[in-house]
């Protein structure tokens, strides 16, 4: 393949193979997507994921429109940059190319390729087999919009309790989704699994959900009964034998399908930020401890609610800083909630809806 500049320049050669011709129309709230395909099965398979968010069309003009392309990826002559695994991740996930007019991401172990930039959005491989991965481009594109419109994103989960919204935050691992579905269980609606959008509004903070399922370990799914049904039978019997210590470090995950487990029109994507939640307890670490905080007084909490944009990002793009000023400033006067000591969904279900009741 000849050197490429621009990744309109590669696209162009690319789709000029192929006929799209399978639409997807998403609502999330006031942002509009258009996905535009060759593969109808992948058009009903992304159906299918973003039950309750799709549109039957889109009258006004689209914000956002991305074309997939279920074929062979191109070959690159030019040299990707490796992405450093994450903190705490050793395996090399994803390598990236920039243009002059954006970025080209390259995902190593399924060979997919994500092209975007100046309001242009592309993927292309093998999208039915990784339609995870395609549900995840459509969403940063959607975070993408959120951050030109100066929000700033939080590693976070996020429900609503009678019309009071509860962030969830907690460094890897903490359980922010499983504290998430618990509060589901007593009546909240649910917004976001692991990434939020916030910003200020006036004197409040509005925050923004990703169209994301959680993701649960099997711990999860056999401590909430409207969960029970995930876990295949069979599997089940042998997640019931192990210590409870095994299943919090098991990688196996399973999506939860809102609509199907507490039922219709329980997920939004907007709601104001009323209370924050930092999850920073261990397995039996002595007793469990609730302290309203202040993050000006204890940034190490902040920390975990701080998020960078990661590598699914317009680079020409501008886009709030990521530095702990920034967060103090749009989070101010919201109450913090720390949970230490050991682990207690209960207690922490508990002393969230005691917070509001008592306020």
Not at 34 to 39: A, D, E
Request: glycine share 8%; hydrophobic share 40%.
């Amino acid at each position: 393949m000849a050197e490429i500049t621009s990744i309109n320049e590669c696209w162009n050669n690319i789709r000029k193979e192929f006929t799209l011709n399978s639409e997807l129309f998403l609502d999330f709230g006031k942002c509009r997507i258009v996905l535009k395909t060759n593969s109808p099965e992948l058009t009903q398979k992304l159906i299918g994921y973003f039950k309750g968010f799709v549109a039957e069309k889109i009258e006004e003009k689209e914000d956002i429109v991305i074309e997939a392309i279920e074929g062979n990826p191109p070959e690159f002559k030019e040299t990707f940059t490796i992405k450093t695994p994450d903190l705490g991740k050793k395996k090399i996930k994803e390598e990236y190319l920039d243009l002059n007019d954006g970025r080209i991401v390259r995902k190593r172990l399924t060979g997919m390729v994500f092209l975007f930039g100046a309001g242009k959005n592309y993927a292309i491989g093998n999208c039915i087999e990784n339609d995870n991965q395609v549900i995840n481009f459509i969403n940063n594109r959607f975070i993408e919009w959120l951050l030109k419109q100066k929000y700033l994103l939080a590693h976070a989960a996020a429900v609503i309790h009678k019309g009071k919204g509860i962030a969830m935050a907690g460094f890897s691992g903490a359980g922010k989704s499983t504290l998430a579905l618990h509060l589901m269980s007593k009546g909240c609606e649910f917004v976001s699994n692991d990434r939020l959008l916030v910003k200020r509004n006036g004197n409040g903070v509005d925050m923004r959900g990703v169209a994301k399922l959680p993701r649960i370990n099997p711990g999860t799914a056999l401590n909430n009964e409207e969960l029970s049904g995930i876990i295949p039978e069979e599997e089940r019997e042998t997640f019931n034998k192990m210590l409870k210590e095994e299943l919090w470090e098991l990688e196996q995950k399973y999506d939860v399908y809102i609509d199907q487990c507490f039922g219709e029109g329980k997920f939004f994507l907007e709601s104001s930020v009323d209370l924050i939640v930092i999850l920073n307890w261990k397995l039996d670490n002595g007793p469990t401890k609730v302290t309203q905080v202040n993050f000006n007084e204890r940034r190490d909490l902040l920390e975990a609610f701080m998020k960078p944009v990661g590598l699914f990002y317009d680079i020409y793009a501008e886009i709030p800083p990521h530095d702990e000023e920034a967060y103090l400033q749009e989070l101010q006067g919201i109450p913090v909630l720390e949970f230490s000591g050991s682990v207690d969904f209960e207690k922490a279900v508990n002393s969230c809806i005691d917070f509001f009741n008592k306020g």
